[in-house]
């Protein structure tokens, strides 16, 4: 038995976003949270099989000083508008399953995280300093079972190098909580099930070497939103490679994601016709790099469709992870915020009398979608200390397959406009990230990091208010200790 976990505390400090033309605007400059989450695990290894049992939940999550954001009338992340800290809200079950090994293969059971590839689009949002910026927060869960095999083994035999390295797994999940779907919500004082979400998953996976694999996640889902909120039916194809090998005292590595949505969901906000709304949507992600010693380059490109019209039959936005991070302010702060303006904007019973169903996924909630950006990074470790300092610096450099319109401005002005009700654009602009960290391992699992990481976004037309001005520059900063034990 043991218990694993760790503690975050962040004292964050970013720009008073203004987010439209009446000069609303986020309201949080300055604040400190922080999370404590626990892991403990139970394992029994036996002569030819495992049996592991893992639970994780936080304790304390929340805000706990400083400002909160304006309130946008519960769209998006409501996390931002409320101290929750240390008050019970802060409490989260997140998962408890059983695993099991054996000569056969690996079977979960219970309640469990969900993870793919990269994590564009199935991400488990765990662990610590995983990113170069920003933190991991939610991760996917789901209900159900997975069983993962080698098939070919039965049929080419145990001495088949081949068939060693070829797996397959299948799965029957309820989801229980992602960025589309949350099973247990509250209402005033109480729990109650709210959307409910069936997913198929089927895997198919080659890992020739712990540097090398490659593999394609299939999943259906059926989908029904929670107070008559319309259904949601959609196919997910997904494909990941992972390869890096050593060439002259280099380190060379690429990994790639691309992913497929289609599918149709009566959960949108169609003006144009009543009935299903039919999703298309495409993502992609590419990583580069190279290594020399203390010294790491990488280069990552992404691409994630958008959409022209948010009020058609038509739902083509594709939108990242919104755990998969490429940097501090652009989607996780100003879009993040704009989006939910849009959404509060687009509630006003004094403009359509209820809300349009879909209303609730228009924010983008700090993920990545309508843009095909490119982010070089250098990453270096001085040798004093034994390598514990860490230098990251990046530059992201943006733009929008299609213009970067504002919903409520778009529906009130019937054309295509951005947040200040300016013509839209479709250069999001750049933005510079650096950061500086500390890691220390201070006894066995016991580990210490500190740091400091500063984001600083230099506009583009994307922002350009109605009198032809830009936005002004945002930054975002932010000072971390972790603790993991």
Known sequence: MRFDGSYRLRFNGDSNLPLDETGFSSGQKTWAEHRLRLTPKIVEIGEHDAIEIQAS??????????????????????????????????????????????????????????????????????????????????????????????????????????????????????????????????????????????????????????????????????????????????????????????????????????AQIYGGTSHAPNLSALGTTRVSQQGAALRAGVTRGQIEGEIEGGYASGDANPFDAQANNFQFNRDYKVGLVLFDEVLMFQSQNAARRLSDPSLLGAPPPGLDLLPTEGAVSNALYLKPTLRFKPPMLGGAFRFVGSALFARAPQPVLDAYQALVSSASTNAFGHAAGRNYGVEVDLGVGYHARVKGPLGFEAGLQYGYLFPGDAFTRADGSRMPAAHAMQVRTTLVF
């Open 57 to 258: 939940f936080d304790i304390l999550s929340g805000e706990v000083a400083g400002d909160v954001a304006n309130d946008f009338r519960g769209y998006g992340l409501i996390d931002r508008s409320q101290r929750t800290g240390l008050k019970p809200e802060g409490f989260d079950f997140r998962y408890l399953f059983t695993q099991i090994r054996t000569g056969v293969g690996l079977l979960q059971i219970g309640q469990m995280p969900s993870q793919w590839g990269m994590g564009m689009v199935a991400n488990n949002g765990n662990g610590e300093g995983v990113t170069d910026f920003g933190d991991p927060r939610y991760g996917d869960i789901v209900d159900g079972a997975l069983f993962a095999t080698r098939p070919l083994i039965g049929f080419m035999g145990p001495k088949s190098e081949f068939a060693q390295h070829v797996a397959v797994a299948v799965a029957a999940e309820a989801v229980y909580r992602d960025r589309y779907a949350n099973l247990i919500v509250k209402n005033g004082g109480g729990l109650q099930i709210g959307d409910v979400a069936w997913q198929g998953v089927g895997a198919l996976v080659y890992d020739a070497s712990e540097s090398t694999r490659a593999g394609l996640y299939v999943a259906r889902r059926v989908q029904t939103f929670a107070a008559s909120g319309g259904d949601l039916h959609i196919w997910v194809f997904d494909a990941h490679l992972r390869h890096s090998q050593e060439l002259r005292g280099l380190v060379l590595s690429v990994e790639a994601e691309a």
